[in-house]
């Protein structure tokens, strides 16, 4: 029996899987929606996975969890490495690409530039309040053009004039569309106009004060729009990389560290028919009056955080 490693990477708006095995190998892969509740979406990644995992050669060795919710489900799948999003993508990147100087990301509901110089992470930053540029915002101007957000890159690719559009902030970006649509504008030239913005605003204020060099590499959800993919090679002068599995990168990188950190806790498919029961509460001990979070399973409490001194401690029995 081999080993192989799973790597979880859940977001705000997608989650993702992958299993790899010991030579780094992608063996399956899956993306899926969050939907607003990330246990149950990973209990419906795991089920996909396990449909594709082999599981009469291999058994999962290790786990490791990252994305926003990567303490949560760390937690419950007792994750052997729990690691921030910047981590897992950079690893999972250099693996692939070890001479990459930049990372582009795009996700559902945020976006960030890694810069790294000898395969060593230098410089990052990530996007802050607003959501424009980002997947759900492209998904939102696809539906008021009435074009398929997969087709959207097709339908800029169309164009003859991109169509200027303001996009620093989501409510000016939606009402400059409205406004080109009112005068007669193609809906080719908005897209690609929309395009071009998401770039300008992604290099104007994400990647604002660093410096790109190639090779660069561009991830998450929205680097599958080859608009936006055209539109960053105008800007920039380089030639974009885009991977088929770019979207999986960051569930790929922590694989990757689970397999890296040589613990072994090996994961059983089963855990999907376990009962876990998350609950948050304000302490109220002291004036910081923390929310202590607590994951119970079968009712059993197996992890909880959030206090910032003793007084919010809760025991924990494995």
């Given at each position: 029996m081999k080993n192989a490693f799973m790597g979880i990477d859940v977001g705000s708006i997608s989650t993702k899987g992958t299993i790899i095995d010991e030579n780094d190998n992608l063996?399956?892969?899956e993306y899926i929606y969050t939907k607003g509740n990330?246990?149950?979406?990973?209990?419906?990644?795991?089920?996909?996975?396990e449909a594709q995992f082999d599981a009469e050669n291999y058994r999962i060795a290790a786990v490791g969890t990252?994305?926003?919710?990567?303490?949560?489900i760390g937690a419950v799948l007792n994750a052997a490495v729990v690691k921030n999003e910047i981590t897992a993508h950079a690893v999972g990147t250099t693996n692939i690409h070890p001479d990459v100087r930049t990372?582009?990301?795009i996700g559902g509901q945020d976006s960030k530039i890694i810069i790294l110089r000898g395969g060593v992470?230098?410089?990052?930053?990530?996007n802050t309040l607003c959501a424009a540029g980002t997947g759900a915002f492209i998904s939102n101007q696809a539906a008021r053009l009435d074009i398929a957000v997969e087709d959207f890159g097709e339908t800029a690719l169309k164009s003859t004039d991109p169509t200027p559009i303001a996009a620093r902030c989501t409510v000016f970006a939606e009402s400059d569309l409205v406004h080109k649509l009112q005068i007669g504008c193609s809906k080719e030239d908005i897209a690609a106009g929309l395009c071009r913005a998401i770039v300008l605003n992604y290099l104007n204020n994400v990647a604002k004060g660093k410096k790109i060099e190639p090779p660069v590499v561009f991830q998450?959800?929205?680097?599958?729009n080859i608009g936006v993919v055209k539109a960053f090679e105008s800007e920039t002068g380089y030639d974009i990389i885009v991977d088929k599995n770019g979207h999986l990168a960051g569930a790929y990188g922590v694989a990757l560290l689970a397999k890296r950190s040589g613990v072994i806790r090996p994961f059983d498919f089963g855990i999907t028919d376990v009962d876990f029961k998350i609950t948050g509460k304000s302490c109220g001990k002291c004036a910081n009056n923390c929310e202590v979070i607590c994951v119970y399973k079968e009712g059993s409490l197996v992890d909880s955080w959030g206090n910032r001194c003793e007084r919010g401690?809760?025991?924990?029995?494995?």
């Open positions: 063996l399956c892969g990330p246990l149950e979406a990973v209990k419906k990644l795991l089920h996909l996975l990252t994305g926003s919710a990567r303490k949560l990372i582009f990301e992470v230098t410089d990052y930053a990530m998450g959800g929205v680097s599958k401690a809760v025991a924990v029995g494995r």
